[in-house]
């Protein structure tokens, strides 16, 4: 009953912060198995980095004011109407780009642009459903979106990584329909992240926008998972959205596990059931079994994969289904090298979830930020464990209490995409952020809502850890929030930025904790082809021999249960300025940005093979 009462609480606070924070809607999940029309392709574009068309000359916001200038104003989407008429900008003569894409890796003008660009794409829509409503949905927009349809106003998202919708219903033509997006980049102290980090802040709508045509009350959104990590019992919580959602039947069906529920919505048009189910495949990375789940309501079928599997901690070990496992991880950055840019692609999922899989990986940290929705189904697919983490990364201003909303957004944006995702196991609040009162108070804030969000899933953060004063080389980690993480996960770089290699031969790690450790990060520098004396830094050889003493090192402490090493493949960052060997590219790729593996990624590679033999899921 208590658990009932639980996923209520859970889907109802879905609703209610999106409502809450910035004036957003309540996000639309599982877009891709709705009826869409993509809006993906060529779009338009206008570089405006004083925000001309935003600001007027006295700095008023241009779409506040009762009669903005039309000369000006470039969410009108305005055309001169006779050559005496001045307008100064034109979308149609303006230059393509493409949806979804960074714009830095596309303009070789835009590479280390960062302010404002202006999105324009035209778009038909002849023949809507009798009753049906419309949302125009965004995968992304890194970082700040204003978007407006045929010159009005539908709202402004803050986050890169997350999505949005906004309803259109009743705003659309049959023809000649125009969307306008000002997407702004900039860096700013009090955003989430803050200015400073260690990878390319990529500009754009870099994630698909589609308009979905649903019915006039819809299926929103829904939590279909293992209740309390019973096997036995699958929690089922469905929100409709629309005038007449209370006190409606919806379905839920899983055919191959022969399982069938009808329920009633309640007045705030919350469905809730929870259905007894006997032998169950479970997914597992062995076995990534995905079972086929179909609700209804109305006229309305909505379908999507899900697999189940549990997830639990006991002492130091962490179980999935119920058995002991070592977590073979990787971090990854949302980057396709190869190409260039931001992955967003199901191909860029595959490719980089394939490279892991072929180091021997079951599992991968998401670093730093939430990736693309294509990387977690992906993984889902591929049997493939999941990190996924917010950008609460470094400092950030941990006393400001529009800071902690952004990134208790972004947070709630990501566990409602992703909470059906079996392959999802931790939810991260942040990375290396320096020990205080405030830092403590913020994180435990994000735990908290992440623990009512989603009850199964565990939380941790990758903190940091410290020498012992006094001893040679004893580590420890003096965190206060290692109460209250499930995980204590931390990066370490010793041999890299603290001594060399040679260090990691002396180390010990004092970690009195009764829970499950995970080195979230450890790694360094090697230049693909560079080879040498592996007493010489940049060299693959120095890389190789950095793997070998660390893994030594770390599988000394009695509660590894997981690595995570920094990181799969180079990737870009304005902080790495070495020429010749950095070039604007983190170089701790175990792969190059040409897709070469260099010798450590085989160190791994072995490692991860021994691993597998001691702590097989099977
Ligand atoms: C870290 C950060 C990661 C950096 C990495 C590095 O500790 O968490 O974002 O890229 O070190 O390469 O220095």
């Known amino acids: ?281 479970l997914w597992s990375p062995e076995a990534p079994f995905l079972y086929e789940v179909k609700l209804t309501h109305n006229n309305e079928v909505l379908t999507d994969k899900i697999g189940f599997r549990t997830i639990q901690t006991k002492g130091s070990d962490i179980l999935l289904n119920g058995k002991p496992v070592f977590l073979r991880g990787i971090c990854i950055h949302e980057e396709n090298g190869v190409r260039g840019g931001r992955a967003y692609s199901r191909e860029d999922a595959q490719m980089l979830l394939g490279w892991a899989k072929e180091l021997g990986c079951n599992f991968v940290r998401l670093a730093h930020y939430p990736h693309n929705e294509n990387m977690t189904r992906v993984a889902d697919e591929m049997g493939m464990l999941v990190w996924s983490e917010v950008p609460v990364y470094w400092t950030i201003q941990w006393k400001n209490p529009d800071t902690y909303t952004n990134a208790h957004n972004q947070l709630t944006e990501m566990i409602t995409r992703d909470k059906n995702r079996a392959s999802v196991i931790i939810w991260s609040m942040a990375n290396e952020t320096p020990v205080s009162a405030e830092r403590t108070d913020f994180l435990k804030s994000m735990i908290k809502t992440t623990r009512q969000f989603d009850p199964v899933r565990l939380v941790s953060a990758a903190l940091e850890r410290h020498s012992k004063p006094g001893t040679k080389n004893t580590q420890v980690i003096e965190d206060p929030l290692q109460d209250f993480v499930d995980i204590i996960a931390f990066n370490q770089y010793i041999g890299w930025y603290d001594g060399l290699p040679e260090k990691c031969k002396t180390a010990e790690f004092e970690i009195n904790f009764d829970k499950p450790v995970m080195v979230s990060e450890f790694g360094g520098d090697a230049l693909q082809g560079n080879h040498g004396s592996k007493d010489a830094r940049w060299t693959e050889e120095f890389q190789e021999d950095l793997y070998r003493e660390t893994l030594k090192m770390l599988d000394k402490i009695p509660q590894l249960r997981g690595i995570t090493p920094w990181i799969l493949a180079d990737f870009r960052s304005p902080r790495r300025l070495l020429p010749d060997i950095q070039d604007g590219w983190n170089r701790k790729g175990l792969i190059s940005e040409t897709g070469d593996k260099k010798k450590a990624f085989y160190v791994l590679q072995e490692y991860y093979k021994k691993k597998k033999a001691n702590y097989s899921t099977k």
């Open 1 to 281: 009953m208590k658990r009932l009462l639980f996923t209520g609480l859970l889907i109802t606070q879905m609703v209610s912060f999106a409502d809450l924070l910035f004036g957003q809607e309540p996000q639309i999940t599982n877009i891709g198995n709705r009826t869409t029309i993509t809006l993906n392709g060529v779009w338009k574009y206008v570089v405006d980095p004083y925000q001309t068309g935003y600001y007027d000359y006295r700095r008023e916001v241009r779409d506040q004011q009762a009669d903005p200038s039309k000369s000006e104003s470039l969410f009108l989407g305005y055309k001169a109407q006779d050559p005496s008429e001045r307008v100064e900008y034109d979308f149609d003569k303006s230059d393509n780009i493409l949806v979804p894409r960074d714009w830095n890796s596309q303009k070789e003008k835009l590479f280390y642009y960062e302010g404002t660009v202006w999105y324009y794409k035209k778009f038909d829509y002849p023949a809507p459903s009798a009753g049906a409503r419309q949302f125009i949905c965004f995968g992304a927009a890194n970082y700040e979106a204003e978007v407006y349809l045929n010159g009005k106003k539908l709202g402004k998202h803050v986050g890169g990584f997350t999505p949005f919708n906004f309803e259109v219903t009743g705003k659309l033509n049959p023809t000649d329909n125009f969307v306008i997006v000002k997407v702004d980049n900039t860096r700013g102290l009090e955003k989430v992240p803050t200015i400073n980090t260690d990878w390319w802040n990529y500009g754009g709508l870099t994630r698909d926008v589609n308009l979905v045509e649903v019915a006039g009350t819809f299926i929103q959104d829904y939590y279909i998972q293992l209740a309390d990590n019973d096997p036995k019992n699958i929690d089922v919580s469905i929100i409709l959205n629309g005038s007449e959602k209370a006190n409606q039947q919806v379905t839920i069906e899983i055919p191959e596990a022969n399982l069938k529920a009808t329920c009633n919505t309640n007045g705030e048009g919350i469905a809730k059931t929870t259905i007894p189910a006997k032998n169950l495949k």
